[in-house]
């Protein structure tokens, strides 16, 4: 189904944007996370991107030109599909637009003796940003700076955490950090007070306590004069040297050292911590840069972080302790609960041999510098089955059933907070060996919040395993859009029959989850039956 995608409200003073460039044009496949365009707005220039996936069927603003805030930007949608109702609706749904305006205006805004007239000569209130389409709220993570530090352009204020992921939050302006208005570890809803920025000593009371909460400024300020603003999210894109640092640039400029086969680690970032720019690309001549700085990796403090300290609570005594749920936290209930509740689940189970399996990865293992685990195996063993079993690689619609020919697996990483499906694009084209190194890249990332919103999206098949912590056998819940989870069992040791004998053999459970508005019984099942094929026969991999 088609989606419009409208001019964002990009700061809290923009009334209007204009398109700088479009990175994307009508007919190219759109994935969550790309950029689709630079939009200049009152205060900067910044990246747009898609939080759809489909095909750009229309581009309702071009290059130069200006419209205002929830304007039509764009269509995405199938490809082929008829978006005419939408375009032509544009103007309908204008008055609807229009209407939010006289939110903001000061006549509306509730009477407070004590609200100042106007902002202080230089002073920006900074407000919570809406980072993601689906996003409330959000929760601060860590603090850079504090109160009385300086700030300029392009320092990194806070990282905050939204129900995507945890992302790098920079300032579009300098001065001094006058006050914080959302602790670390404290959550609030989009355009409440973040901070206030401002020369140093100038007297705020009052501002925070009785700024609008939808991110209006104070009951009579100028609209001339200095404003409230959204500070910019800046997601961190990295990329690894060869002496085990990384590389911090923003998705912009890693696309375009993509396209232009710049390698990143011989650019000088000019933005904090070393972090690359676009204007840092386009600007480096090879030949002649300088050793990049590198951000030195921070101290992972997620395994002290997860040890709960349990209180002493006497003999006969009712102790609780109320823990706050995190975005992480609510964002997975409501999904769970959303699939659990609206897709038809059924699971398959089937028991598969390991002993060949186990025989391979000692082999493979042997190999200096390579390390396979039976997770990669299972991971590589799905791959190939989904290529010949396309209906299990699909995701319903209404209107449609898509069916998936690319093979892009997510795996389930447990993490401090709750649980996270880091995704491995193009996984049947990956080597055992690639496989593995990618799988411990994506999970310890993950287990110290640096993975990108990009790296968690696009899946088509998710895999979970619990066979670590000695579970034999569960059931997931499916991870939608896919129509399909698989379950990873412990490898137990076991009797078992074998030629008519019983002997000593290692076996593991599979358990398939399927959607069964996609999936019937009998396709789940000869599934099963190919991947069971591939693990209890590793050679056959490699065919």
Same mark, same amino acid.
């Given at each position: ?5 409208? $001019? &964002?409200? @990009?700061?809290?003073? *923009?009334?209007? #944007?204009?398109? %700088?460039?479009? =990175? +994307?044009? !009508?007919? /190219? ?98 407000? $919570? &940003?809406? @980072?993601?389409?689906? *996003?409330?709220? #959000?929760?601060? %993570?860590?603090? =850079? +700076?504090? !109160?009385? /530090? ?101 998705? @912009? ?291």
């Amino acid at each position: 189904m088609a989606t419009k995608i409208t $001019m &964002p409200r @990009l700061s809290d003073t *923009m009334t209007e #944007g204009t398109v %700088a460039t479009w =990175l +994307k044009k !009508v007919g /190219d496949t759109i994935k969550e996370g790309d950029i689709l365009a630079e939009i200049e707005t009152d205060k900067a220039t910044m990246e747009f991107e898609s939080f759809n996936s489909g095909t750009l069927l229309y581009i309702g603003i071009k290059e130069g030109e200006t419209a205002v805030v929830d304007s039509l930007l764009a269509i995405i949608g199938n490809e082929g599909e008829d978006i005419s109702g939408l375009i032509s609706g544009v103007a309908e749904a204008a008055p609807e637009v229009k209407a939010e305006a006289p939110a903001q205006t000061a006549s509306e805004a509730p009477a407070a003796a004590s609200v100042p007239a106007s902002l202080p000569k230089g002073v920006i209130v900074v407000t $919570m &940003p809406r @980072l993601s389409d689906t *996003m409330t709220e #959000g929760t601060v %993570a860590t603090w =850079l +700076k504090k !109160v009385g /530090d300086e700030v300029k352009e392009g320092d990194i204020l806070a990282e905050i955490e939204t129900d995507k992921a945890t992302m790098e939050f920079e300032s579009f302006n300098a001065g001094t950090l006058l006050f914080i208005g959302i602790n670390e570890g404290q959550s609030a809803p989009v355009d409440s007070v973040l901070a206030i920025i401002g020369p140093a000593g100038t007297d705020i009371s009052g501002i925070a306590e009785n700024y609008k909460k939808d991110g209006a400024a104070p009951v009579a300020a100028p609209a001339t004069t200095e404003q409230s603003v959204t500070a910019a999210p800046t997601i961190e894109a990295t990329q690894t040297t060869t002496d085990g640092g990384r590389i911090f640039a923003s998705p @912009l400029a890693k696309q375009i050292a993509k396209d232009k086969g710049i390698n990143l680690s011989q650019i000088k970032g000019s933005g904090e911590n070393g972090r690359i720019t676009k204007s840092d690309v386009e600007n480096f001549t090879p030949g002649t840069a300088a050793a990049s700085p590198v951000a030195q990796p921070t101290t992972d403090n997620a395994q002290a972080a997860a040890t709960v300290v349990k209180p002493f609570v006497p003999a006969g005594e009712i102790a609780t302790e109320e823990i706050k749920n995190s975005q992480m936290r609510k964002i997975i209930a409501k999904r769970l609960a959303e699939s659990l509740f609206t897709a038809p689940h059924y699971n398959l189970v089937i028991e598969v041999t390991m002993d060949e399996a186990m025989k391979s990865r000692a082999v493979i293992n042997s190999v200096p510098d390579t390390k396979v685990s039976f997770n990669d195996m299972v991971i590589k063993a799905s791959a190939l089955a989904l290529k010949k079993h396309p209906k299990i690689n699909s995701q319903w619609s209404a209107e449609a059933i898509t069916i998936n020919y690319h093979v892009n697996i997510g795996v389930a990483v447990a993490v401090e907070d709750g649980l996270v499906v880091p995704v491995l694009p193009f996984t049947d084209g990956m080597s055992l060996s690639q496989i593995g190194a990618s799988v411990r890249d994506l999970a310890g990332r993950a287990k110290s919040k640096k993975l990108l919103p990009s790296e968690m999206e696009g899946s088509t098949f998710t895999i979970s395993n619990l066979g670590m912590f000695g579970i034999t056998e569960f059931n997931s819940i499916i991870n939608q859009p896919n129509s399909a989870i698989l379950s990873v069992g412990a490898i137990v040791e076991k009797p078992v029959v074998k030629n008519g004998q019983i002997v000593v053999g290692n076996t593991m459970m599979l358990s398939l989850a399927c959607d069964h508005r996609t999936i019937d019984g009998a396709t789940g099942a000869q599934f099963l039956q190919t991947l069971k094929q591939y693990i209890e026969n590793p050679v056959t991999m490699l065919a």
